[in-house]
């Protein structure tokens, strides 16, 4: 495999993809990922997109805030629509990579079995997950990555009662080709994810947090700050997984490095969401991630 | 026939899909329909017929794979039957809605709850208003036919095409057909090319959200919204009756077969009773109505109906105008009014000066035997009773066969 050298904003390619003046809330931590994550992926590809945030971003018939060939498929069916299209690729010939991008909605609950099928065929397609942990596009449900305690329409008052589901783990355990979890507040790092994915056959799964100012409960200028807070505090963390070996990048790798990490409620506290959360709670989550991470500075020193 | 084979139907429409060089199949399994997919398969696998299979994990998903693939310009097939079909209706409404050429085989079987792996009508029946043309075939040879013309109607309409046909009663038993030939088919069935289909090259939106009204796009040219799309989809598809006629006078020319694309009636010129169902019901009632006019000397004559949606309200009119009875048969119904099919005969017959009496049957639910005898005995009461039954009796539908 081709090792590309790293993104930085210099070597990130000047041309656009994405018409400006798009339908994405102020502050979209999904409009930073799409305006980076396409210059990665070129033009040479065919997007698979369920309802989501993204289908209403990418532009209201008959105009189109993007550049790219786009399926709008059904909720439940992302990864078996962007199956049929490989297979179409294939048939003619093409080498166009297919990339299914949906919300956490459409990959954790609806379109799971779909992707469970998929992932177990060993499709040859990308498919990003930009998860920003719950239903934002119809107005913020707790969906399955929902994190405990989290504020939203359908868990009002005390916060969602149940831990969110661990997606990346779920799709790790089909063997995928390539695993990666990016952020939309290091699009850099998504970018270099991307490049790879698109080197290697089979089905490359990248899951994204992505900050949503409405949906959390943040002004509009904390996107970033948000997603970068979520990762120096350990609650999410960037990984890939490759042959079946998990491995921190990026910035999470470079927290083995600092004696300690930022502590949770930094985080926390940034974002209405969390505002029922209690002191135990919170606790609770930090003893979780002071585990997690001890057991990676056993495994990554 | 020249080349006559013997085989199952579900061979038969295997051998269509084969025929029609279909690209790429998708399928889960489900009684009666799984012969078919195995079959496409194990073609695929020896090398006879050169498509992508793809074994999905759901009915949903073989459905979503073929929109996938149509939608960028390849040719896709799936079959199913009962809560199969049920279970990927979200996808059809999709396809006919995105104007996919997709051509499906459904074996019919009876819905569940209570399980039924027999035959009936209700899993086409509960989806006709999805926006897909019904075909209904009465024997193998019309299976294998059928849904080759299939693919040539929905290509050239752009609207997805079921092709029905009973469990068991066609699905598994073996008759002899004659298979088209290979050559003769590439001629009638040319390379699918979409104008539309997702490329780089062109990039293109589709299936976007639309709004209530019409909208003008970046060049200043005014495009429909959702309801101006849909009827198109209406127009289009009231249209495909000619189309449909059209393919299988060429059909005919071409394997000499065919000449009834539409409805296939059997005695009907002179009748003074007609009889009016679907599948492969329509060839048993001819043998009713051979010994109903022989032995009884009754004017009974049986109307098939092959082409069941968009339905072809003005064909059927005109032949039932005529008969002073017409008693529809059926194997499915709209539960808490009367047989759907009896419903849209009625409604056919509405705007014309002569309108039989009409009566409907329900019969067969769940694969519940259907005596030839039976069908004789209930054609000949209701024969001999019929000019003095008020007509709201006669409206609700009569129940043959029950045991209870």
């Known amino acids: 495999m081709k ?131 719950a239903y934002m596009n119809t107005g913020v449900q707790r969906s399955g990555t929902t994190p405990q305690g989290s504020l939203t329409t359908t868990t009002p008052f005390s916060g969602k009662s149940e831990v969110g589901k661990d997606l990346p783990a779920i799709i790790a355990a089909h063997n995928p080709a390539y695993l990666a979890t990016c952020s939309a507040s290091y699009p850099l790092d998504f970018h270099d994810k991307l490049l790879k994915a698109k080197q290697i056959k089979g089905l490359k799964y990248l899951h994204v947090q992505t900050p949503c100012p409405p949906g959390w409960g943040i002004e509009e200028h904390m996107t970033v700050a948000l997603g970068r807070a979520a990762v120096e505090t350990g609650l999410f963390d960037l990984y890939e997984i490759e042959n079946g070996r998990m491995q921190l990048s990026g910035p999470s790798q ?10 949770v409620r930094e985080y926390l506290q940034l974002q209405t969401r969390f505002k029922a959360l209690g002191d135990e709670q919170a606790d609770a989550l930090q003893a979780q991630v002071d585990r997690r991470w001890a057991g990676y500075r056993d495994r990554f020193k | 026939m020249s080349n006559p084979i013997i085989e199952s139907g579900n061979v038969a429409a295997a051998m269509a899909v084969q025929l029609a060089r279909a690209e790429v199949i998708a399928a889960y399994p489900i009684t009666p329909q799984t012969p078919v997919t195995e079959k496409l398969s194990e073609l695929i696998a020896a090398g006879q017929m050169d498509a992508e299979y793809v074994a999905v994990e759901s009915e949903h998903s073989a459905m979503g794979v073929c929109i996938g693939a149509a939608s960028a310009g390849v040719r896709a097939f799936t079959a199913t039957s009962s809560n199969g079909l049920l279970y990927m209706s979200e996808q059809l409404h999709w396809a006919a809605g995105a104007r996919l050429p997709i051509v499906m085989c459904v074996v019919n079987r009876a819905i569940g709850a209570p399980w039924s792996v027999w035959n009936d009508h209700q899993d086409a029946i509960s ?102 799309i849909r009827h198109n989809l209406h127009e289009e598809m ?164 029950l045991q209870l």
């Not at chain 1, 690729?89 to 469970?116: F, H, K, N, P, Y």
Request: with cysteine.
């Open chain 1, 3 to 133: 090792t590309n050298p790293r993104t930085t904003v210099l070597n990130l390619t000047e041309e656009e993809f994405v018409y400006p003046g798009n339908r994405a809330c102020s502050g979209c931590g999904l409009s930073i990922l799409y305006r980076v994550g396409v210059k990665a992926l070129g033009r040479d590809c065919i997007f698979v997109v369920p309802p989501s945030c993204l289908t209403v971003m990418q532009g209201l018939y008959p105009i189109a805030a993007t550049q790219m060939p786009v399926l709008n498929g059904t909720f439940a069916s992302t990864a078996a629509i962007a199956t049929g299209v490989k297979a179409a690729m294939r048939r003619l010939g093409r080498e166009t990579q297919v990339v299914a991008w949906a919300g956490d909605g459409g990959t954790s609950d609806i379109g799971i079995q779909a992707l469970s099928g998929a992932l177990e065929r060993g499709e040859d397609i990308i498919y990003i997950c930009y998860d920003n942990e």
């Open chain 2, 127 to 228: 989806q006709r208003d999805t926006g897909w043309i019904q075909i209904f075939a009465k024997d193998h040879q019309e299976i294998i036919d059928m849904t080759l013309m299939a693919f040539r109607l929905a290509e050239l309409v752009h609207i997805p095409v079921m092709v029905n046909y009973d469990g068991y009663y066609l699905s598994h038993t073996y008759m002899p057909f004659e298979p088209p030939d290979a050559e003769c088919v590439d001629a009638f069935l040319p390379a699918y090319a979409y104008k539309h289909a997702l490329t780089p090259e062109r990039p293109e939106s589709l299936n976007t959200v639309t709004l209530p009204d019409a909208r003008l796009d970046v060049d200043g040219i005014k495009r429909g919204g959702y309801m101006d």
């Open chain 2, 238 to 401: 009231g249209k495909s009756i000619e189309v449909w006629e059209e393919i299988d006078q060429e059909f005919q020319s071409l394997f000499g077969r065919g000449g009834h694309p539409v409805i296939d009636p059997y005695r009907c010129e002179d009748a003074d009773v007609v009889i009016v169902a679907m599948g492969s019901m329509a060839n048993q009632f001819r043998v009713v109505v051979d010994r109903l006019r022989q032995d009884d000397g009754l004017k009974v004559g049986i109307l098939a109906l092959q082409m069941y949606r968009p339905f072809p309200s003005a064909i059927i009119a005109e032949v039932l105008q005529s008969a002073r009875h017409v008693m529809v048969y059926e194997k499915g119904l709209s539960y808490g009014n009367q047989g759907a099919l009896y419903g849209d005969i009625k409604s056919a017959l509405y705007p014309y000066p002569a309108r039989p009496r009409l009566h409907n049957f329900i019969v067969g639910l769940g694969g519940r035997a259907i005596p030839t005898e039976s069908l004789y005995q209930t054609m000949k009461t209701a024969c001999e009773q019929d000019l003095q039954t008020p007509s709201a009796q006669v409206d609700a539908p009569q129940w043959i066969g």
């Open chain 1, 254 to 263: 470079q927290l083995l490095a600092r004696p300690a990490l930022r502590p």
